[in-house]
C-alpha cells in the first residue's frame, strides 16, 4: 500500500521568504509523486510530478521538489513566497505498474504574511 | 483544451433524498476519475474507468453509490438515500492513457445534506 505524510498542517511564511513543505512517501514500488494546490472552492491544480527522470522537478508558478530515494521524500520549494501562492498544497502518490489512482496527503494550507 | 467540467457546483438535499452529479472530461482523455473530499481533508480515490469500463472501486463506495460511464465520455455519480455522511466535496479527474499521465481535476461538485 502506498502512503504519503505531509508534516505540518499549516505553514506560515512572510512574503518574499523561502516556502518549504514537506511531503514523505512509503511505497513497496517505485512511485511516481505529485504535488497540487487547491485554492478555496476550486479543484486541483497540478504544480509538478515526478515520474522517474530528473529527480529534481520543475513545476509552474516557481515551484520546484526534488526526489530523494534514500530519504523517501518529495519536499516543495519556492525561493520567494508571493501573496497569490497563499492555497492548501497536497502531495500525492500513485506506483508504475497499473494503478493509477492517486493517493493524497492531508494537506498543508499555506499562510502568506505581508 | 476546455478542462473538466462538473454540474452542479453545489447541491443542497434533504437527507434520503437520491442525488446525481455529473463530469465531463478533457475530451481526448480515456481515464476518469471520482475521489471525494470531506473539510480538511486530502481527496479520497473512489472509483475510476477506462472508456466506459469501471476498472477499480474503493471500499468508500458503498451499495448507495453508483458510477456509470455509459459511452465512455461523461460520467455519472449517483447517490441514494443521501446520509449526512455524504456531505463533502466530490472531484472529478481525467488522463490520458499511460501510468505517468497527470490527473486534471474539475472544481467539484460540492453536497450538502440537510
Known amino acids: 500500500a502506498q502512503s504519503v505524510t505531509q508534516l505540518g498542517s499549516h505553514v506560515s511564511v512572510s512574503e518574499g521568504a523561502l516556502v518549504l513543505l514537506r511531503c514523505n512517501y512509503s511505497s513497496s514500488v517505485p512511485p511516481y509523486l505529485f504535488w497540487y494546490v487547491q485554492y478555496p472552492n476550486q479543484g486541483l491544480q497540478l504544480l509538478l510530478k515526478y515520474t522517474s527522470a530528473a529527480t529534481l522537478v520543475k513545476g509552474i508558478n516557481g515551484f520546484e521538489a526534488e526526489f530523494k530515494k534514500s530519504e523517501t521524500s518529495f519536499h516543495l520549494t519556492k525561493p520567494s513566497a508571493h501573496m497569490r501562492d497563499a492555497a492548501e498544497y497536497f502531495c500525492?502518490?500513485?506506483?508504475?505498474?497499473?494503478?493509477?489512482?492517486?493517493?493524497f496527503g492531508t494537506g498543508t494550507r499555506l499562510t502568506i504574511i505581508p | 483544451d476546455t478542462g473538466v467540467s462538473q454540474d452542479p457546483r453545489h447541491k443542497i438535499t434533504k437527507r434520503g433524498q437520491n442525488v446525481t452529479f455529473r463530469c465531463d472530461p478533457i475530451s481526448e482523455h480515456n481515464r476518469l476519475y471520482w475521489y471525494r473530499q470531506t473539510l480538511g481533508q486530502g481527496p479520497e480515490f473512489l472509483t475510476y474507468?477506462?472508456?466506459?469500463?469501471?476498472?477499480?472501486k474503493s471500499r468508500l463506495l458503498s451499495d448507495r453509490f453508483s458510477a456509470e460511464r455509459p459511452k465512455g465520455s461523461f460520467s455519472t455519480l449517483e447517490i441514494q438515500r443521501t446520509e449526512q455522511g455524504d456531505s463533502a466535496m466530490y472531484l472529478c479527474?481525467?488522463?490520458?492513457?499511460?501510468?505517468?499521465?497527470?490527473?486534471?481535476f474539475g472544481d467539484g461538485t460540492r453536497l450538502s445534506i440537510l
Open positions: 479527474a481525467s488522463s490520458g492513457e499511460g501510468s505517468n499521465q497527470p490527473q486534471h
Open positions: 474507468f477506462q472508456n466506459e469500463a469501471q476498472l477499480e
Open positions: 500525492a502518490v500513485s506506483d508504475r505498474f497499473g494503478n493509477e489512482k492517486l493517493t
